[in-house]
C-alpha cells in the first residue's frame, strides 16, 4: 500500500503569486503531473493543510481546478491558513469533509488498504499556531480505542516536535496539547506514524513512542536555519513529497521524492551482467 503526501499548497487566487515570488499553482500543477506518473501510483493522496493561503472561496475554486486531474482520490485536512467553512462549501463531493458541519472541526477517519488514517484538526482560527483541546483529544481516543487491531495513521497539521527552526516552533502545536498527544499515542502502539505539514521541510522525531514525521511543500520550503535568532524566511529549494509505503512485514517505510524529474536514472550493471566501470 502506497501512501502520497503532500502538504503546504498556498494556492491563491488565479495569477497571484505567493510573497510576490512563488507560483504556486504552477508548482501544484506539476505536482500533480508527478503524482500521475508514478510507478506503481499511489493509493491515494493525503493533503496535510494550508491548502490556500487565504482561505476565500475564490482559491478553494481555483484548487479544486488543480486538482481535478489527479488521477487517484485525494483527502483535504485544514491547516492555519485554511476555512473550515469555505473548504467544506467548495468540496462537498468529499463525504469526510461533511460529516461536521459550519465551524466544527474538520477532522475524520478513512481507510486506505490496510491503514487506518485518522486525520486530527490543530488550527485555532486567526492564529498560526496550533491545538488539541479537550474535544479533539477525546475524538481522537474513541478513534485510537476503536482501531486497535489495525495500523494508522495519526496526521495533523502543526507538528507536535520542537524542529529547531526557531521561528516555526513558535507556531507549531502547543507544548501542553502535544504532550497530551504522545501521551495518547504512546497507549497505542499500533499507530505506525505521526505525519504533519506546516514547516515546508521533511523533518523526523522520536514521538510517542513511535516516529512524528515534516513533509516538505511542492511549492516553496522554509529555509533550513536553526540559530535561535534565525529570521522567517523561505527558499526555493526543490519541490518534494512524502511516499509512505505500507507492508505488514515492514510497518511504514517513507520516502522523500522531488517533484521535478532529474538526470537519470542510469544502470548500475552492463546488460552482461557486470558493474559498470
Known sequence: MLLAQISDLH?????????????????LTRCVERLNALLPRPDAVLITGDLVD??????????????????????????NHDDRVALREAFPEQPELALAKGDAFVQYAIDVGALRIIALDSVVPGQSGGTLCDARLAWLDA?????????????????????????MDEIRLEPTAAERLAALIARHPN??????????????ARFGGTIASAVASPAHQVALDLRDDGPSAFSMEPAAFALHRYDPATGIVT????????????PFYEPEGELID
Open 255 to 266: 520516502h522523500h521524492a522531488y517533484v521535478d524529474a532529474s538526470d537519470g536514472p542510469y
Open 191 to 204: 499507530v505506525e506514524r505521526v505525519l504533519c505539514g506546516h514547516v515546508h521541510r521533511p523533518i523526523f
Open 11 to 27: 494556492i491563491k487566487r488565479p495569477g497571484a503569486l505567493a510573497y510576490r515570488r512563488v507560483d504556486t499553482a504552477a508548482c
Open 143 to 167: 478513534q485510537l480505542n476503536a482501531s486497535r487491531d489495525r495500523p494508522v495513521v495519526v496526521a495533523l497539521h502543526h507538528p507536535p516536535f520542537a524542529t529547531g527552526i526557531a521561528h
Open 54 to 79: 487565504q482561505g476565500t472561496a475564490e482559491q478553494y475554486a481555483y484548487l479544486k481546478t488543480l486538482l481535478a486531474p489527479l488521477e487517484m482520490p485525494y483527502y483535504l485536512m485544514v491547516g
